[in-house]
């Protein structure tokens, strides 16, 4: 089947383009979505006019998608998650994780299906995480998962902290002796 696209559509083509798709996914998905439509002889005629609007949108667009992975460039998130002795996570930290810690951290709210995550992480330690913003516009960040509470919670004091907690370590307790109790004074009578 043979379909206009209506909007820029990932992996597919630019609004405006006449493309072959298979006819489940252009009845099923890109012409219920309002994403595309038949390419009918009247549609044909309306294509010029349709990249030309879409061209000047995506400009728009891509300049405020430029402008957010420049924000985004050089973003570190942290997350700590429990986790077995061999490194493996109880849980996981998904898009949706990674998403809400933009927000969070930077303010941006980006769509969880942005984050081309293709599975959850499910491993301690650092990974990059493509964001893609636009059809032409992706940045990466950097995804730490420490564990909860464990062993890189050391690294993560201060050494001021770290040296008063040894401190208090190696000093023994203090044990308070008893009272002295006076024995009686024997008076001669």
């Known amino acids: 089947m043979k379909v206009l696209l209506i909007q820029d559509v990932d992996n597919l083509g630019y609004a405006g383009d006449v493309k072959k798709v298979a006819d489940g996914f252009g009845r099923n998905y890109l012409i219920p979505r309002s994403m595309a439509v038949l390419a009918t002889a009247g549609a044909l005629k309306q294509a010029e006019t349709i990249r030309k609007a879409a061209e000047k949108r995506r400009a ?11 924000q985004l460039t050089g973003v ?6 429990r986790a077995g002795e061999t490194g493996k996570l109880y849980g996981s930290v998904t ?11 930077t303010g941006l709210e980006i769509d ?10 499910r491993q301690l330690g650092e990974q990059e995480v493509t964001i893609k913003l636009m059809i032409d516009v992706a940045t990466s960040i950097k995804v730490h998962v420490l564990p909860e509470g464990g062993i890189l919670e050391r690294e993560r004091l201060s ?7 040894l401190a208090e370590v190696e000093k023994p307790a203090e044990v308070e002796a008893p009272p002295e109790v006076e024995a009686p004074v024997e008076t001669e009578a």
């Open 159 to 165: 050494k001021a902290e770290e040296e008063k907690l």
């Open 95 to 105: 898009s949706a994780d990674i998403a809400d810690e933009i927000k969070a951290k």
């Open 60 to 70: 728009h667009e891509m300049a405020d998608a430029q402008a957010m992975a420049n």
């Open 76 to 81: 570190e998130l942290y997350f700590e998650r």
């Open 112 to 121: 969880k299906r942005k984050v081309a995550l293709p599975e959850p992480l």
